[in-house]
């Protein structure tokens, strides 16, 4: 199982469990949390899809894709996740999630800055990329304040972000 952190910081990224299922969909609740999705990807059924998935992709060789748990250390309770999918060729596209009740508390730039870090130490990522709603202003702050470069609307419904290493 792989987990990462800091020496000193207050978060633990880790692989996904199946016992994860109710605190993942715990994370995925809330109106706010939910403005950027297509209702049909608020429900139960697409959580537990979602988490298979994370741990389909766990068992694949050779793993190409990395979506991790986002845990506070001082209590254990599972608040976001994070991950890099399709780490090849120096490049990844970054994503992340938080539960509302974590948000404004840098918990997300602090789970970003390990999840680069391990792309470009363990998988060799120069290059990452990410997508986002025009209207997420967090994410586009967060992505601001780790370096990405917003890059001009593709589609008129996602800002594609990039950071070079």
């Known amino acids: 199982m792989l987990i990462l952190a800091e020496p000193d910081g207050r978060l633990r990224l880790r692989d996904f469990r199946e016992s994860d299922l109710d605190a993942y969909l715990a994370v995925r609740k809330g109106a706010a949390f939910g403005r950027h999705y297509a209702p049909e ?18 068992r694949r060789v050779p793993r190409r894709d990395w979506q991790l748990a986002i845990e506070r250390i001082d209590d254990g309770a599972l608040i976001g ?7 090849d060729d120096g490049e990844a596209e970054f994503g992340i999630e938080l539960t509302e009740t974590a948000w404004r ?5 602090e789970a970003a800055r390990l999840m680069l870090a391990f792309g470009r130490e363990r998988l060799a990522c120069r290059r990452f990329r990410a997508h986002c709603a025009p209207g997420n202003v967090a994410m ?13 609307l593709r589609d008129g419904r996602r800002l594609d972000l990039l950071l070079a290493a």
Do not use: I, T
């Open 105 to 109: 508390q840098g918990y997300a730039r």
């Open 81 to 87: 996740s994070v991950g890099l999918r399709g780490a």
């Open 140 to 152: 586009l702050l967060l992505a601001q304040r780790l370096g990405f470069d917003m890059q001009p």
């Open 41 to 58: 990807q608020m429900g139960a059924d697409f959580c537990a899809r979602l988490l298979a998935g994370f741990l389909a992709q766990q």
